[in-house]
């Protein structure tokens, strides 16, 4: 099953792709808790144009909280500093956790989405959540197939973990991240794979906190969600 372009036409005007990536993610998901032992799970969490409203809720005379007491209220201190900040946009990932004890985050698998690589605000978001995870030991793996923007996270991940470069030819990719510690010493194993529409995905491994190597079908779990969501069999002209 190649990759499609979902990104462009004729496939973009025929097919949502963020409908697409919600399916994908959750076959991602079945797949894995088919391999996953007990004590484990995956799951889905996908979620598009986050906002977040803040609200203060007071009575007619100003008091918060509906208190009754005639004292006026506690006022805050204007902040020292206020700068810009950016939440996180589209969130289309699978996340894997050990549930003994209540659910711990042992892996995740992030299909990256237009708005996460559109501005260096979102790029960075996106890139910083990568970072914690990595740096929490968690097991990680990227899937970037969107076609109409050009940045590369991956390449930029590696470039703030100390190390520029990649062997990937263009900006199309899969790539997996393993923290371990070996001697002594912390390292980051990392696997890469061009990607390329009109041809087939890869089998990644992800690695979970605590050892346990899983297989990520991207191919199978492709060709389920193409099948699942009836895609035409278009949208591979681009390259």
């Known amino acids: 099953m190649p990759l499609r372009d979902h990104f462009h036409p004729p496939l973009s005007v025929q097919r949502h792709w963020h409908a697409f990536h919600n399916a994908w993610a959750t076959y991602l998901s079945s797949d894995l808790n088919r391999q996953l032992p007990e004590g484990y ?45 950016s939440l996180g946009t589209d969130v289309v990932e699978v996340l894997i956790y050990q549930s003994k004890a209540g659910p711990t985050l042992a892996g995740a698998i992030e299909l990256v989405s237009p708005a996460n690589k559109d501005r260096p605000e979102n ?41 520029p ?21 912390h390292q980051l194993d990392v696997w890469e794979q061009s990607l390329a529409i009109g041809q087939a995905l890869p089998v990644l491994p992800l690695w979970l906190r605590g050892g346990i190597c899983l297989r990520i079908e991207l191919e199978k779990t492709y060709e389920r ?15």
């Not at 977040?52 to 006022?75: R, Y």
């Not at 910083?128 to 740096?135: F, H, I, L, S």
């Not at 470069?165 to 010493?185: D, F, K, V």
């Not at 969600?225 to 390259?239: A, D, H, M």
């Open 41 to 85: 799970f995956a799951e889905p969490n996908v979620q598009f144009s986050i906002q977040i409203d803040v609200a203060t809720f007071e009575e007619a005379d100003g008091n918060l909280g509906g208190s009754s007491s005639k004292a006026a209220p506690w006022q805050p201190p204007d902040p020292v500093l206020t700068i810009p900040f």
């Open 123 to 163: 790029r960075d978001a996106f890139l910083a959540k990568c970072m914690t995870y990595v740096k929490s030991g968690i097991g990680l793996a990227l899937v970037d197939a969107v076609t109409e923007r050009g940045f590369n996270l991956h390449e930029e991940f590696l470039t703030r973990l100390g190390q």
């Open 165 to 185: 470069g990649t062997r990937l030819t263009g900006n199309l990719y899969a790539a997996a991240y393993r923290p371990i510690e070996r001697e002594g010493r």
């Open 225 to 239: 969600t193409c099948q699942e969501q009836r895609v035409p069999l278009n949208g591979i002209s681009k390259t």
